[in-house]
C-alpha cells in the first residue's frame, strides 16, 4: 500500500519541482539517531541529494556507488544525504541492513521533501551547490550512469559551484 501512496506522491508532483539553477528546497528530517539533518547544515558543501525507498531496486545499486562517492570526495567537500521515503520505518533499517550506508540518512515518511522537490522516480538526485543552488538532478540509477554521475560531482568540486 505504501508503494502505491508513494508513487501516486510522485505522479501528482508539482510539474515545476526544483529545477537547475533555483535554490534548493529547504528540509529538516531526522537522521537515523534522531538528529535533524537541514539543507543550512550542508551550506559550504556540495550536497549530493539521494532519495530512496526500500523497495526501489535500482537503490540496492546505487548504495554502495554512494558509499564510494563520499569516501572518495568527502575531504574535497562533498556530503551526501539519502533521505528514506519509507512509510515505516522498520522497512528502511531492513534495507539498511542489508546495505548499509557510509553517509547521512535522513528519513522523510510524509513525503513533503519529495514534494518540494518534484521527485518523479526512484531513486531521484539533486546536486546542489555550496550556495545552495540545484546544479542538476537525475532520475534512476543505472551502473551506465556512474561515470557520469561522478564527473557532474567531481566538476562542482572542482569548480566550488559558487
Given amino acids: 500500500m505504501h508503494r502505491i501512496a508513494l508513487l501516486l506522491l510522485l505522479v501528482c508532483a508539482s ?12 528540509f529538516a528530517l531526522p537522521d537515523e539517531k534522531g538528529r535533524v539533518v537541514t539543507l543550512a547544515d550542508q551550506r559550504g558543501k556540495i550536497l549530493y541529494l539521494d532519495f530512496w525507498a526500500s523497495w526501489c531496486v535500482p537503490c540496492r545499486q546505487s548504495f554502495p556507488w554512494l558509499n564510494d562517492m563520499q569516501a572518495r570526495y568527502a575531504s574535497r567537500g ?11 520505518r522498520q522497512d528502511a533499517d531492513r534495507f ?7 553517509f547521512t540518512i535522513a528519513f522523510d515518511a510524509t513525503g513533503a521533501t519529495p514534494r518540494a522537490y518534484g521527485v518523479k522516480g526512484m531513486p531521484s538526485s539533486y546536486l546542489i551547490g555550496r550556495d545552495g543552488r540545484v546544479i542538476f538532478r537525475h532520475i534512476g540509477f543505472r551502473p551506465s550512469d556512474k561515470a557520469e554521475l561522478e564527473r557532474r560531482i567531481a566538476r562542482a568540486l572542482e569548480r566550488g559551484a559558487r
Avoid: F, H, M
Fill in 96 to 102: 539498511l541492513a542489508s546495505y548499509p550506508a557510509r
Fill in 15 to 26: 510539474a515545476l519541482g526544483v529545477e537547475p539553477g533555483a535554490p534548493a528546497a529547504d
Fill in 78 to 88: 562533498l556530503q551526501i544525504v539519502g533521505v528514506g521515503l519509507d512509510e515505516k
